[in-house]
């Protein structure tokens, strides 16, 4: 008898695995991947170190919105989109993001940035934290007539903050502030309600092993009468062994409190309360089953026991969560894979190449979850999505097409999706099959009028990445206002961030970008086109302004056509020209014409300096260096701001010399070389 019961017992197992295997085969039929690449990570040592998310780097720009604050911490969450952004009905808007000036690998600095759209005008940038000790990954809320936010202090303690009012600078810590025990807060405040719900992962592997907990406070954060509760669920019977470090998002709405979490090595599950999170009230419902319980990194993923490690189809953690009117839930994910073919390391490789996304609602149930592969944009439409992306695939800890956030318009409940994802041919070698190529990030939108059931096309809504802006992290307010969707992100000029543990990118600014995107944004539309020039004799030098576009036709106005997006032009004889700019994008195309005046030609010795002078880069932090060749008169230097306004006078030395502009505001100047016979022209970018 015993015999038999062993045999029945093991014949489940084998049944079990075959069924998982099976069903992670047909996951993985499902997904599409631009290589086979893959990053190795690693359960943190402390709330510092990346989990399996890494992000950006520098920049000046102020491209695609407005340009609120800046950062040397580039990176801004771990998981899903974080709480970073409130919308009032008055036309005011306050953000929140981890902030710092240090260029140092510790940031001693790092804290919370604010600022505060007053209807107008933002305030001024802010250089400093709120806090006087260190900090990190605020999460902002409005409770009453003030906001409050919440933030870790890496030694496993949430820090409180709250002001006198929205758009206030005068910030008071909470009484209970760093009693709460946690990382990594994510809260919630449902409208006109004192309830505030918080989410902190737990890093005291001692305790709780890195397992979500969360919080409640019933009186706006005077007091707390729920600490520490595991909802359930969480355990090593349900398959978790960890889970932290930002997979998870929370709304309220009334009494009703709404979770989706999970990291990419464990269960995605939702989890609703319609009591205020009182204990007890949970239910918890599974959308996606990862094959391997109490996962750690330490077993060889082999679910078809051949003794080989197989890839396992996951989401990446990076979730969005939504509320229809009907009290419904919604949750979209980023797809990826998990591969552990090393043992005892509690280490295992995702692939950041996996396109797609994970889309769920209540009435698909338990354990069912529809595959949006519409989410992956062929760019330049020649039927292969991947084969314009840089060979080098940057650490961001999700796939291909992830960091959804999403919103909802009340009054007609569509739901506006909003993610990033690689844009063909933009790496800076222009050549994708250079081992460093490094594609660029754009923000891409669609949307749902039916909760679901059909989706629009997704629209590109930065345009920014083919000129080499890498845009990332998105966050949205929960609800659109005024007919727009608000939405904060981050851009710098290079993919990848400075936390990476192979090849981290150099620290520097990475810009904190807000914009209002109007809803006809998410459909096609034509570009803007503009130019401004400046003249010298018979050269001109012609500054692309054009919003919106990718490729660029001049028509100089005397039979002269050109593709570069800045170019110089010279015209043979005194006249007016109509010189016309037509600039493209994807979707359209516009043109601007505007009459350039010629009333003094170019003399020999024009020609002879500028064929003598090099300088470069022409894209530059602040260094920019002077070839001087064959040019015997004494050489001066101007520098002019796109405004026409000059800034600086320097001499120029004979042969090689180098000037730094380190001290000028990021953007576009001219140079302009003056000898006693002579000018010509040359512009620069500078970037911060």
Partial sequence: MFYFLMAVSISGVLQAQNATASKNSELNRLTKSVSDQSIRVSKPADADIPYQNSFYKSSGSRAGGDFVGNTTYDLPTNGSSPSRLLVYGDGTISVAWTGSTSTTDARPDRGTFY??????????????????????????????????YFVHDGSNNIGIFENEEPGSTTWTENSNSLDIKGTWPRAAVAEGSNYVHLLVANDDAANQNDYMIYYRSPDGGATWDIQAYRLPGIDTVTGYNI???ECYAIRAIGSDVYIAAGNSVNDLAVWKSTSNGDVGSWTRTRLIEFPMPNFDGNTVSDITGDGVADTLTSHDGSIALAIDDEGMMHVWAGVTRILDDVADDAGWSYFPG???MWYWNETFGADSVQYLDFTLVDWDGDGDPFLGIGADLPNYGCGFTSMPAVTIDPLTGIMYVVYTQMIEYTDYFEDPTIEEA???????????????????????????AEQNYENVSPTLFWSTVDNKVHTLWMQDQEPGNSLENETPDAIGNNDIIYRGFDYSRFEPYDPTADYSFITTNNQVVFDNLSVDASEYLWDFGDGELGNLKDPTHIYASVGAYLACLTATNVYGEDQTCKTVNITQTTNIDDLTLDKNISVYPTLTAGNVTIEVKAVTSDLNLEV??????????????????????SNLAAGKYFLKFISHS????????LVK
């Fill in 115 to 148: 600022n505060h759209y007053d209807g107008s005008s933002w305030g001024a940038i802010p250089d400093s934290r709120i806090e006087d000790y260190r900090t990190g990954f605020p999460t902002i809320v409005n409770v009453g007539d003030h906001e409050m």
């Fill in 243 to 245: 889970m932290g470090a």
């Fill in 354 to 356: 996996v396109a797609g």
């Fill in 438 to 464: 490094q594609s660029f990030r754009d923000l891409f939108g669609f949307y749902t009028t039916d909760n679901g059931l059909s989706w629009s096309t997704p629209i590109n809504l930065s345009y920014l």
């Fill in 640 to 661: 002019y701001s796109i405004q026409g306004e000059k800034i600086m006078q320097v001499p120029v030395e004979q042969a090689s010399s180098q000037i730094n502009l």
């Fill in 678 to 685: 002579a000018v010509t022209i040359r512009q620069i970018d």
